[in-house]
């Protein structure tokens, strides 16, 4: 069936006759009704998105989770008390709940678009035409009207459509790199291809890629989601999974809000049976559920994350999703390309082979000597040259640019190409058949593994010798001290080509010119990036297409591996490993992969998935797209990706530098620590306002804070210096400890404990007891009737609010280490924290002592009494957890030395 996987399989394999018999087509291409007719059958040739719901649905839901359900609950309690007492102004409540409400869904919903701005970039890769051969006459089409069977004429600088199989080509070349990852074009023939894989065969163009030289005829087998650009698209639309954060502060808000909304039920539930006032007891119920939602947490994480990812900028990472500056933290094993993210990616030959002798490329007369290894240098590639102010300029494979620059100097410009035979994963050489006076002269280049068997000679400079098992053992012997220096080792070799010879016999009986050792050094600090990173229990796993030496000589130099026996998994191998052995292969303390394909990094990253890691991986190509969404972090590259792959990723590195990874991951680990201090921070006034209004209900006391105050410290005088404790620079040792278990929580025991039952606990007693001060000297006695609107209550519950600012200014110092004194912390350092402070100052006095602050939030100017009231309590406030952080600090040191603690 035409376009059916099956047939894309097999159709390289064929004649071109059957090719277009098995597509039911032509050389003149379809007619007009049976074009209509596949189209209506196959669809559009586009990649169609995957069943999503409408977008008003999906940003419905952001308003409708658990957590907004609970503040929705708390507005709607706002208006009914309003509607019943409209003094108390809990309307100003209900709005600024609907505020945070909106703020946060719309955020949310805003991530979710990540997905189609990948798919509109796979799309863009696509021509918008292509010239069709419809009733044997040549059309301009929407490539969306393209059908299998359609015959497409294609020349240079056309993009590839469809997936198509050539019946006429000349002197075509195509650059597949967007979605095979080769990195140079290489040159089609119409011919039956006995490739294994449709991938692999010179006949088959793919849809995405592009045709830098010649021209040529295709007829079109599959469309659409059939093609293997469609399948790469499908595979990255569907992404990876949640990120942790995201994962615990679902957890951690469905919780809480659990929590708030099960106690201001019952405790509503107990007032109406207990025959409570319906106002008073909606404004209890409300007050408990505004005490208990954090309702400033996600606001506050959202520009912590903001202000994490601008400071990630700096050190040239360009974070795409927010919550993967967290996740960066977490991470566990680093999956890297090694080109041009742990090397340069700028080679230069160090050594040669010429012949059978090592040789210096600088000893001058070398050219003179053995001009056929040059010209096989100069002539052996597919460049795009160019020449700027008498300066060539060459744009390609780094591999040939350093070849041409090697030989450029010494011998002129490549004669016209009579014919190509190109570099493939599995040929693992390239041959070029040049026009000559003396006759075509093919020249190879390739792996030594593959190009020495193919060479009966060597050239020394001197006389074209036998090459005999001696001359051959010392050129393994050479090319095995140039591997693991660390050096890519290239075989060159030449031959005239006899009139009438064969094409597939034309590389045999090669003349050997010599070797090349080409050097990709490492990039400064790579090698510091690595101990980094085993200093912090991350395992890092390079993942490349090089020689497995290579590879290995490398990742010695970088000291990646310092073991004597690394487990070296090769592309070949991979594909036979079963899923199971990939993973029990992966317990390799030191593990390399070489010779692996682009599109094997999928495999690897669902195993080390499946093995619980958190895993990074590195990308660049289309090919890598689906790799980089399955992965909890895609690290795209920002010189060398793909646009697809940019936007697949979760991160750019906008210098494609491997210390940069390194640098995020820091931070990343820095930011959760900063999540757990806010959060600490922001639960203590959470149980301050928590406890004042359970004595309200329990002791039939006048309540002490009002929902609109409460709601004006979560939203307003904490919102700063919450946000200034989630950008605390990293702790200087955290990079020599573990990732966090994937079991942390952000709400620990410890932190709970702390935040709850210590000083939140403290500060709920302070607001208290400053609170029955201020009523008892203005003469309030208890069980008497206080009107809300009277300046004593007001005054009162002005106390109570001034009491938590206070005491918050002093608890965010507090809060900058869970153990190191606030001596060592001290005040400065954080401007953020010193803003939020001076804002929280200011917001209270204005809060208390303006008539529309009075007005607004029923408060009234404080007589100096009240004030010296709380002054003991903040000073009490240090004290205690002073004394419990030195507590902590000599557990730990007990611990440390073996003590019993």
């Given at each position: 069936?035409?376009?059916?996987?099956?047939?894309?399989?097999?159709?390289?394999?064929?004649?071109?006759?059957?090719?277009?018999?098995?597509?039911?087509?032509?050389?003149?291409?379809?007619?007009?009704?049976?074009?209509?007719?596949?189209?209506?059958?196959?669809?559009?040739?586009?990649?169609?998105?995957?069943?999503?719901?409408?977008?008003?649905?999906?940003?419905?839901?952001?308003?409708?989770?658990?957590?907004?359900?609970?503040?929705?609950?708390?507005?709607?309690?706002?208006?009914?008390?309003?509607?019943?007492?409209?003094?108390?102004?809990?309307?100003?409540?209900?709005?600024?709940?609907?505020?945070?409400?909106?703020?946060?869904?719309?955020?949310?919903?805003?991530?979710?678009?990540?997905?189609?701005?990948?798919?509109?970039?796979?799309?863009?890769?696509?021509?918008?035409?292509?010239?069709?051969?419809?009733?044997?006459?040549?059309?301009?089409?929407?490539?969306?009207?393209?059908?299998?069977?359609?015959?497409?004429?294609?020349?240079?600088?056309?993009?590839?459509?469809?997936?198509?199989?050539?019946?006429?080509?000349?002197?075509?070349?195509?650059?597949?790199?967007?979605?095979?990852?080769?990195?140079?074009?290489?040159?089609?023939?119409?011919?039956?291809?006995?490739?294994?894989?449709?991938?692999?065969?010179?006949?088959?163009?793919?849809?995405?890629?592009?045709?830098?030289?010649?021209?040529?005829?295709?007829?079109?087998?599959?469309?659409?989601?059939?093609?293997?650009?469609?399948?790469?698209?499908?595979?990255?639309?569907?992404?990876?999974?949640?990120?942790?954060?995201?994962?615990?502060?679902?957890?951690?808000?469905?919780?809480?809000?659990?929590?708030?909304?099960?106690?201001?039920?019952?405790?509503?539930?107990?007032?109406?049976?207990?025959?409570?006032?319906?106002?008073?007891?909606?404004?209890?119920?409300?007050?408990?559920?505004?005490?208990?939602?954090?309702?400033?947490?996600?606001?506050?994480?959202?520009?912590?994350?903001?202000?994490?990812?601008?400071?990630?900028?700096?050190?040239?990472?360009?974070?795409?999703?927010?919550?993967?500056?967290?996740?960066?933290?977490?991470?566990?094993?680093?999956?890297?390309?090694?080109?041009?993210?742990?090397?340069?990616?700028?080679?230069?030959?160090?050594?040669?082979?010429?012949?059978?002798?090592?040789?210096?490329?600088?000893?001058?007369?070398?050219?003179?000597?053995?001009?056929?290894?040059?010209?096989?240098?100069?002539?052996?590639?597919?460049?795009?040259?160019?020449?700027?102010?008498?300066?060539?300029?060459?744009?390609?494979?780094?591999?040939?640019?350093?070849?041409?620059?090697?030989?450029?100097?010494?011998?002129?410009?490549?004669?016209?190409?009579?014919?190509?035979?190109?570099?493939?994963?599995?040929?693992?050489?390239?041959?070029?058949?040049?026009?000559?006076?003396?006759?075509?002269?093919?020249?190879?280049?390739?792996?030594?593994?593959?190009?020495?068997?193919?060479?009966?000679?060597?050239?020394?400079?001197?006389?074209?010798?036998?090459?005999?098992?001696?001359?051959?053992?010392?050129?393994?012997?050479?090319?095995?001290?140039?591997?693991?220096?660390?050096?890519?080792?290239?075989?060159?070799?030449?031959?005239?080509?006899?009139?009438?010879?064969?094409?597939?016999?034309?590389?045999?009986?090669?003349?050997?010119?010599?070797?090349?050792?080409?050097?990709?050094?490492?990039?400064?600090?790579?090698?510091?990036?690595?101990?980094?990173?085993?200093?912090?229990?991350?395992?890092?796993?390079?993942?490349?297409?090089?020689?497995?030496?290579?590879?290995?000589?490398?990742?010695?130099?970088?000291?990646?591996?310092?073991?004597?026996?690394?487990?070296?998994?090769?592309?070949?191998?991979?594909?036979?490993?079963?899923?199971?052995?990939?993973?029990?292969?992966?317990?390799?303390?030191?593990?390399?992969?070489?010779?692996?394909?682009?599109?094997?990094?999928?495999?690897?990253?669902?195993?080390?998935?499946?093995?619980?890691?958190?895993?990074?991986?590195?990308?660049?190509?289309?090919?890598?797209?689906?790799?980089?969404?399955?992965?909890?972090?895609?690290?795209?590259?920002?010189?060398?990706?793909?646009?697809?792959?940019?936007?697949?990723?979760?991160?750019?590195?906008?210098?494609?530098?491997?210390?940069?990874?390194?640098?995020?991951?820091?931070?990343?680990?820095?930011?959760?620590?900063?999540?757990?201090?806010?959060?600490?921070?922001?639960?203590?006034?959470?149980?301050?306002?928590?406890?004042?209004?359970?004595?309200?209900?329990?002791?039939?006391?006048?309540?002490?804070?009002?929902?609109?105050?409460?709601?004006?410290?979560?939203?307003?005088?904490?919102?700063?210096?919450?946000?200034?404790?989630?950008?605390?620079?990293?702790?200087?040792?955290?990079?020599?400890?573990?990732?966090?278990?994937?079991?942390?929580?952000?709400?620990?025991?410890?932190?709970?404990?702390?935040?709850?039952?210590?000083?939140?606990?403290?500060?709920?007693?302070?607001?208290?007891?400053?609170?029955?001060?201020?009523?008892?000297?203005?003469?309030?006695?208890?069980?008497?009737?206080?009107?809300?609107?009277?300046?004593?209550?007001?005054?009162?519950?002005?106390?109570?609010?001034?009491?938590?600012?206070?005491?918050?200014?002093?608890?965010?110092?507090?809060?900058?280490?869970?153990?190191?004194?606030?001596?060592?912390?001290?005040?400065?350092?954080?401007?953020?924290?010193?803003?939020?402070?001076?804002?929280?100052?200011?917001?209270?006095?204005?809060?208390?002592?303006?008539?529309?602050?009075?007005?607004?939030?029923?408060?009234?100017?404080?007589?100096?009494?009240?004030?010296?009231?709380?002054?003991?309590?903040?000073?009490?406030?240090?004290?205690?957890?002073?004394?419990?952080?030195?507590?902590?600090?000599?557990?730990?040191?007990?611990?440390?030395?073996?003590a019993p603690s």
């Amino acid at each position: 069936m035409p376009g059916s996987p099956r047939a894309a399989m097999k159709i390289h394999q064929l004649a071109i006759p059957d090719v277009l018999a098995s597509v039911r087509s032509s050389a003149q291409g379809l007619d007009s009704a049976e074009a209509a007719a596949r189209l209506a059958e196959y669809g559009p040739n586009r990649v169609e998105p995957l069943a999503r719901e409408p977008a008003w649905l999906r940003l419905a839901k952001e308003f409708t989770h658990l957590f907004s359900i609970i503040l929705w609950i708390a507005a709607g309690l706002a208006f009914v008390a309003d509607g019943f007492d409209p003094a108390q102004g809990m309307a100003r409540v209900g709005w600024a709940v609907v505020a945070v409400i909106l703020v946060s869904g719309l955020f949310s919903f805003w991530q979710e678009l990540r997905v189609e701005r990948t798919l509109a970039a796979l799309q863009g890769l696509l021509p918008p035409r292509a010239e069709v051969l419809r009733d044997g006459v040549a059309h301009r089409l929407p490539v969306a009207e393209l059908v299998p069977g359609d015959v497409i004429v294609l020349a240079q600088g056309d993009s590839v459509p469809a997936d198509c199989r050539l019946i006429e080509t000349f002197g075509m070349r195509v650059n597949r790199a967007t979605v095979t990852g080769e990195s140079r074009p290489r040159s089609c023939d119409a011919g039956p291809s006995d490739e294994e894989r449709a991938l692999d065969a010179r006949n088959i163009l793919l849809a995405g890629t592009a045709v830098v030289a010649g021209q040529g005829r295709a007829v079109v087998y599959a469309t659409g989601a059939h093609t293997e650009f469609g399948r790469i698209a499908r595979l990255t639309q569907r992404g990876g999974d949640a990120s942790p954060l995201r994962r615990e502060i679902a957890r951690l808000s469905r919780r809480i809000a659990l929590l708030a909304l099960g106690m201001g039920a019952a405790f509503f539930v107990a007032g109406r049976l207990m025959g409570v006032p319906f106002w008073r007891d909606a404004i209890l119920s409300l007050g408990i559920i505004i005490a208990l939602v954090p309702e400033g947490l996600l606001p506050t994480l959202t520009l912590s994350l903001v202000l994490a990812a601008q400071r990630l900028a700096r050190h040239n990472v360009l974070i795409r999703h927010l919550p993967s500056v967290e996740t960066l933290g977490s991470v566990t094993v680093i999956c890297t390309d090694k080109t041009g993210t742990l090397t340069e990616n700028h080679l230069r030959v160090c050594r040669l082979v010429l012949g059978l002798d090592a040789a210096d490329p600088a000893t001058p007369g070398l050219a003179a000597r053995h001009p056929l290894f040059f010209r096989v240098a100069r002539g052996c590639q597919d460049l795009a040259e160019s020449r700027c102010d008498g300066r060539l300029q060459l744009d390609g494979d780094p591999l040939e640019i350093a070849l041409v620059e090697l030989a450029a100097p010494h011998v002129p410009p490549p004669s016209a190409r009579l014919d190509e035979w190109p570099f493939d994963s599995t040929r693992m050489r390239q041959s070029v058949l040049l026009a000559d006076a003396d006759g075509p002269l093919l020249v190879c280049k390739g792996a030594p593994e593959r190009v020495l068997p193919l060479c009966g000679a060597v050239d020394d400079g001197a006389a074209i010798r036998p090459l005999d098992a001696p001359a051959r053992a010392r050129l393994q012997a050479a090319q095995d001290d140039m591997a693991e220096a660390g050096l890519r080792v290239i075989a060159l070799a030449a031959r005239r080509l006899p009139p009438g010879t064969p094409h597939d016999a034309a590389e045999s009986d090669l003349v050997l010119c010599g070797l090349v050792g080409l050097a990709d050094p490492p990039r400064a600090e790579v090698d510091s990036a690595i101990a980094t990173c085993r200093a912090a229990g991350i395992k890092v796993v390079m993942v490349t297409g090089d020689h497995p030496r290579t590879a290995l000589a490398i990742a010695r130099q970088i000291g990646l591996v310092q073991g004597a026996a690394p487990r070296i998994v090769t592309g070949p191998e991979l594909a036979r490993l079963h899923p199971a052995q990939l993973q029990l292969a992966l317990d390799a303390p030191e593990i390399l992969f070489a010779r692996v394909a682009a599109d094997q990094k999928m495999r690897i990253v669902e195993a080390l998935k499946a093995k619980g890691q958190v895993v990074a991986v590195t990308g660049d190509g289309v090919n890598d797209a689906p790799a980089l969404a399955a992965a909890h972090i895609g690290i795209a590259m920002g010189r060398s990706g793909t646009d697809v792959a940019k936007e697949a990723a979760d991160m750019v590195l906008l210098d494609d530098h491997f210390a940069s990874i390194v640098a995020a991951i820091a931070e990343g680990r820095a930011v959760f620590r900063n999540i757990r201090k806010f959060l600490t921070y922001v639960l203590v006034h959470n149980v301050a306002e928590l406890v004042p209004t359970l004595a309200f209900a329990v002791f039939r006391i006048p309540l002490p804070l009002t929902p609109v105050q409460a709601l004006a410290i979560d939203m307003g005088t904490d919102s700063l210096t919450a946000l200034g404790l989630g950008v605390e620079r990293g702790d200087p040792a955290q990079m020599r400890r573990p990732p966090r278990a994937r079991t942390a929580r952000l709400l620990s025991l410890a932190v709970a404990l702390r935040a709850y039952l210590f000083l939140g606990l403290f500060e709920a007693v302070a607001v208290l007891a400053v609170f029955c001060q201020v009523l008892a000297g203005g003469g309030w006695a208890y069980g008497a009737d206080l009107p809300a609107d009277s300046l004593l209550y007001r005054q009162a519950t002005t106390a109570s609010f001034a009491t938590v600012v206070v005491l918050q200014i002093v608890n965010v110092f507090l809060c900058r280490s869970a153990v190191r004194s606030i001596l060592v912390t001290g005040l400065g350092g954080n401007r953020l924290i010193l803003g939020g402070v001076a804002l929280e100052a200011g917001l209270l006095a204005l809060i208390a002592y303006t008539p529309w602050g009075n007005a607004l939030f029923g408060t009234a100017p404080l007589p100096a009494g009240a004030w010296l009231a709380l002054l003991p309590w903040a000073a009490g406030m240090i004290l205690i957890e002073e004394a419990r952080k030195l507590w902590v600090r000599r557990r730990l040191a007990r611990t440390a030395t073996g003590a019993p603690s």
